[in-house]
């Protein structure tokens, strides 16, 4: 999606720093952990999973770079398995639209990050079926196993953690 700005009331174009930061952190996460090409489905699901945590996990409104490595055990925490993040982000978003409703002010930050989170929710991707009988034959000659139509969070989730891990 490309975002050509809003102005504001006051005639001040509003640029998207925040989340345009948030993108930028995730894919150098990404990119330094070299776990996919950059090109890939995969990778952009990956990127917008940790951008979207990067930036909603921001609650001063402050992403500076000196920050980043301490957010990261922060980032680690929220993209865990175990972790309800689909329904964080759901929250964080809600909460991010009820302050711009009520500060009245052009929001292009959460307009991108409200994007992100609908392609990760309607997308799926072909990806290797984890719950699969262990040992279980190739179908049809894949040699892969079996696969299965995942949302792409789901798979941009786990990547992004890794890629936290291995920064």
Do not use: C
């Not at 930061?21 to 699901?45: K, Q, V």
């Amino acid at each position: 999606m490309q975002y050509r700005g809003r102005e504001s009331t006051d005639g001040e174009l509003t640029v998207p720093m925040a989340w345009l930061y948030a993108e930028y952190i995730a894919d150098e996460l990404l990119r330094s952990g070299d776990l996919m090409p950059p090109t890939s489905f995969e990778f952009r699901a990956g990127r917008d999973a940790l951008a979207l945590t990067v930036f909603l996990s921001d609650t001063d409104g402050e992403l500076s770079g000196i920050r980043v490595v301490t957010q990261l055990e922060t980032w680690l925490s929220l993209t865990a398995y175990d972790q309800p993040w689909q329904e964080w982000v759901r929250e964080r978003l809600a909460e991010f639209a009820a302050d711009a409703a009520a500060s009245g002010r052009p929001a292009p930050d959460l307009a991108l990050a409200e994007a992100a989170w609908r392609w990760l929710q309607e997308t799926e991707l072909l990806a290797p079926d984890l719950n699969a009988v262990p040992g279980g034959a190739p179908v049809s000659g894949e040699d892969e196993g079996p696969k299965v139509w995942t949302p792409a969070w789901q798979l941009g989730l786990p990547l992004g953690h890794l890629a936290i891990h291995l920064f």
